[in-house]
């Protein structure tokens, strides 16, 4: 029988144990919905010193002798970990109070606390302030609501009297989408494992199954990429998702053999110039120019088609001098009205206002002045190097630039600045901090799940001149970037594709607003 080949053998036995597989994971996923985890796990319950109670001598000096109530002392180290496969934002705590965490020592009484986490994870000692939540009381300690993404950990050493070790140790609190549980590791930080042991095998059994076929399909023949174009494009456009496509494009000549991609970002309002440039100058169909831009095309330019890429989310940035956490609307257009000339005029430091702003062809420029400035500009320009006024009767110092880049690099450097930028490329920067607005932070998970109405953020529009043939570079490129293995990559980089079931919703939003 001819079927009756190796090639066919192993496409059948990997489509028979694709669907057993299938129904046990939605057996799993009806039996396990909740992806968002906070796991715990004491690390240590020891007595300080001898032990007394295990009928041992008890020495000790200094302040186990001398401070009253410490002669039972011990110490306790809780791990706090996120074990989920979700990044956990600090509006999903449910719990009603400030903090979001409570941990109970049964019998015992909370002398001291302090908070240590890995060199990588020490951006989170910033939530363990009292203005979050964090303290204590008696037999509770209460803890701030915490941002974790997946493996993300903190350990909390806790000092307490009056009672022995072994007592109950329990940590609670409300987790939308979610379970906060006890987890548990062979060595005190081994990373509990994800997946089961079933999982794992039936991860590797098709692993097995589906490298066999496809061995099998490459040795007999080898199929040129679906959906691949060769020849030039050049993608011009927007400097704060220039990240993206830059990965992106990177990938799509990896994928496609005789692809050639030029990425050439220079701002959004320069890139659609650009594009119009190009579209006038062949008269005659579209050119292979693709053009990124933060927000809608502007008004007049009707020839231009376009595809929405993804929601982007931008923050207000200032210099880790300025130890404010939050500005309001109101405080935020008076600042680039030129209103407010120093810090301490708002409840921070007292050091001078250095606005840095984008040049007239950002988009990130325009989205703050549409969504945030309420359709109002900011003051001119008064300064080239960002440090002196070359305006004496300026109130305050403002300087453009050309790129999400040099903002932040300026702001960072410059004691007393504020920018504005892509959130992703914020939050890897060092020396200054994002902002909330009116209490909203920039989450993207927040405004993907509905639950912030946090105003700095935008679609992410890729516009062509015209509607390029369906076999064209640019045509494949853009569906590679909106519907293929770009998705992936925009994740990555903290934006939401528009094409996921919440990003089409959303977008369709964001586009109406």
């Known amino acids: 029988m001819d079927w009756l080949n190796a090639e066919n053998i192993v496409a059948v036995g990997t489509a028979f144990v694709g669907i057993v597989a299938s129904g046990v994971m939605v057996w799993f996923e009806r039996r396990t919905p909740r992806r968002k985890r906070v796991g715990y796990r004491v690390q240590m319950d020891n007595p300080v010193g001898d032990d007394v109670r295990s009928g041992r001598p008890n020495r000790r000096l200094g302040l186990f002798d001398e401070a009253p109530g410490m002669s039972d002392a011990t110490l306790v180290l809780l791990r706090i970990e996120n074990d989920g496969s979700q990044g956990i934002a600090r509006d999903d705590y449910t719990g009603p109070e400030l903090h979001g ?19 990588e994870f020490g951006h989170l000692m910033d939530h363990f ?68 042991r079933a999982s794992r095998l039936i991860s590797i059994l098709l692993t097995v199954c589906v490298v066999t076929l496809a061995a099998i399909v490459v040795v007999r023949d080898d199929p040129p990429p679906i959906g691949c174009a060769r020849g030039t494009l050049t993608v011009t456009g927007s400097t704060a998702f220039a990240p993206v496509i830059r990965e992106v494009a990177a990938k799509y000549e990896r994928d496609c053999e005789g692809a050639h991609l030029t990425v050439d970002p220079h701002g959004s309002t320069a890139g659609i110039r650009e594009l119009v440039a190009a579209g006038a100058a062949k008269k005659k169909g579209s050119p292979p120019v693709v053009a990124l831009s933060d927000g809608p095309k502007p008004a007049g330019v009707d020839e231009l088609s376009e595809n929405r890429v993804a929601v982007s989310v931008f923050a207000l940035v200032v210099h880790d001098g300025v130890t404010l956490k939050n500005l309001s609307t ?25 606005l840095v702003s984008r040049d007239a062809n950002s988009g990130t420029r325009q989205v703050f002045q549409r969504r945030v400035l309420g359709g109002r500009g900011e003051i001119a320009n008064s300064s080239v190097d960002c440090l002196h006024k070359d305006d004496p009767t300026a109130p305050i110092v403002r300087c453009e630039l050309d790129s999400t880049d040099q903002v932040l690099s300026t702001v960072a450097a410059t004691p007393g600045a504020i920018g504005y930028s892509e959130l992703n490329l914020a939050d890897d920067a060092k020396g200054l901090h994002p902002v909330d607005l009116d209490g909203e932070a920039p989450s993207v998970d927040a405004i993907e799940h509905g639950t912030s109405a946090y105003p700095y953020r935008e679609i992410e529009y890729a516009y062509t001149y015209g509607r390029p043939p369906a076999d064209s570079l640019a045509s494949s490129f853009l569906t590679y970037l909106t519907r293929g293995n770009g998705q992936d990559v925009i994740r990555t980089h903290g934006h939401l594709p528009c094409w996921t079931s919440e990003g089409l919703r959303l977008c369709a939003d964001e586009a109406r607003s």
């Open 330 to 354: 109101a405080d935020v257009r008076r600042l680039y009205r030129g209103e407010i000339a120093n810090w301490d005029e708002v409840g921070g430091p007292h050091v001078p206002v250095t």
């Open 101 to 119: 965490l409570t941990a109970v020592f049964t019998d015992r009484t909370i002398r001291g606390v302090s908070v240590t986490q890995p060199t």
């Open 129 to 196: 302030i009292a203005e979050r939540g964090f303290g204590y009381d008696g037999d509770t300690l209460r803890i701030p609501r915490v941002p974790l993404n997946p493996r993300d950990h903190f350990k909390l050493l806790v000092l307490l009297s009056g009672g022995d070790v072994g007592r109950g140790i329990r940590l609670y609190g409300g987790l939308r989408d979610g379970e906060v549980h006890p987890n548990r590791s062979a060595t005190p930080d081994d990373t509990p494992p994800l997946f089961s």
